[in-house]
Nanobody
Framework: QVQLVESGGGLVQPGGSLRLSCAASGSDFSISAMGWYRQAPGKQRELVASIISGGSTNYDDSVKGRFTISRDNAKNTVYLQMNSLKPEDTAVYYC???????????????WGQGTQVTVSS
């Protein structure tokens, strides 16, 4: 099994910054892409940002220019730097990783437990 552990959420005032981290652990696995999703109360989970092993990134329009996703392949860790936070960014943020594992390189799709981000004055 591949496990994801997130950290870095919390309460921040509008205009502030937070940095989320997500570390993947397990054995015999290779990650092809990692991403951050968020889910606000009463809304569907949505993709915020993603990054593939080669380094290409993708962002939702609502966070472009404010959020930056990065990845440390050696540590199997993905980060989300969130600047200029707005109240509408309030949500539970989930880390996601897809890749292959095991002797047969079976595909996996793993999720973290979620971390709360609250933007409020």
């Amino acid at each position: 099994q591949v496990q994801l552990v997130e950290s870095g959420g919390g309460l921040v005032q509008p205009g502030g910054s937070l940095r989320l981290s997500c570390a993947a652990s397990g054995s015999d696995f290779s990650i092809s892409a990692m991403g951050w999703y968020r889910q606000a109360p009463g809304k569907q989970r949505e993709l915020v940002a993603s990054i593939i092993s080669g380094g290409s990134t993708n962002y939702d329009d609502s966070v472009k220019g404010r959020f930056t996703i990065s990845r440390d392949n050696a540590k199997n860790t993905v980060y989300l730097q969130m600047n200029s936070l707005k109240p509408e960014d309030t949500a539970v943020y989930y880390c996601n990783a897809v890749g292959s594992r095991g002797s047969k390189w079976d595909r996996f799709n793993a999720w973290g437990q979620g971390t709360q981000v609250t933007v409020s004055s």
